[in-house]
């Protein structure tokens, strides 16, 4: 079955860009009508949806992160990427990748990610 | 932007009993609402899609309702492994919203 798994950087410096890459396993990323989203969740708080990509590259952003995100897709490595740039103490969180059909069915394990000096 | 509320924020209860929690949306969604379950450290999990289809895998005593903008989980028996906390999204429109979460707690 379809695994997801995100890795990167767990400390990123303020001002600095944040990098992450989820590795889809169990199936290709290309197969199926799936966007591929990533997610973040601050502790003790909710949910809050970053973008999204499409295997032909098309992509969408939330508008409240829209200026400082890039998602990108590498069908050959089965990844998706996520970049967010500028990052401050308020984009300290738990990441997640998913994937998304109408319904984020199924997602990585989250990869907590902490911005300090 | 769609916005998602979920009522209660938290609620108490004891194993056998019916759960119920809300959520509503700021506009109408149709059947756009999925239901996921968090449990502490673990990622969320996928309950209910377009409003009352039960994902695969998922226990019956799940099970959601409504349309346009207001929605409800049911939980018809609570088991212990359901203490946790429940989100709804909406996925009408973009961008996709969670709720603030509802957490069920032991009573």
């Known amino acids: 079955q379809v695994q997801l798994q995100e890795s990167g950087p767990g400390l990123v410096k303020p001002s600095q860009t944040l990098s992450l890459t989820c590795t889809v396993s169990?199936?290709?990323?290309?197969?199926?009508?799936?966007?591929w989203s990533w997610i973040r969740q601050p502790a003790g708080k909710g949910l809050e949806w970053i973008g999204r990509i499409y295997t032909s590259g098309s992509t969408n952003y939330n508008p409240s992160l829209k200026s400082r995100v890039t998602i990108s897709v590498d069908t050959s490595k089965n990844q998706f990427s996520l970049k967010l740039s500028s990052v401050t103490a308020a984009d300290t969180a738990v990441y997640y990748c998913?994937?998304?059909?109408?319904?984020?069915?199924?997602w990585g394990q989250g990869t907590m990610v902490t911005v300090s000096s | 932007d769609i916005q998602m509320t979920q009522s209660p924020s938290s609620v108490s209860a004891s194993v056998g009993d019916r759960v119920t929690i809300t959520c509503r949306a700021s506009q109408g969604i149709s059947s756009w609402l999925a239901w996921y379950q968090q449990k502490p450290g673990k990622a969320p999990k996928l309950l209910i899609y377009?409003?009352?289809s039960l994902q695969s895998g998922v226990p019956s005593r799940f099970s959601g309702s409504g349309s346009g903008t207001d929605f409800t989980l049911t939980i018809s028996s609570l088991q212990p492994e359901d203490f946790a906390t429940y989100y709804c999204?909406?996925?009408?429109?973009?961008?996709?919203?969670f709720g603030g979460g509802t957490k069920v707690e032991i009573k």
């Open positions: 998913a994937r998304d059909r109408d319904a984020f069915d199924i």
């Open positions: 377009a409003a009352s």
């Open positions: 999204q909406q996925a009408n429109s973009f961008p996709p919203a």
């Open positions: 169990g199936g290709s990323i290309s197969s199926g009508s799936y966007y």
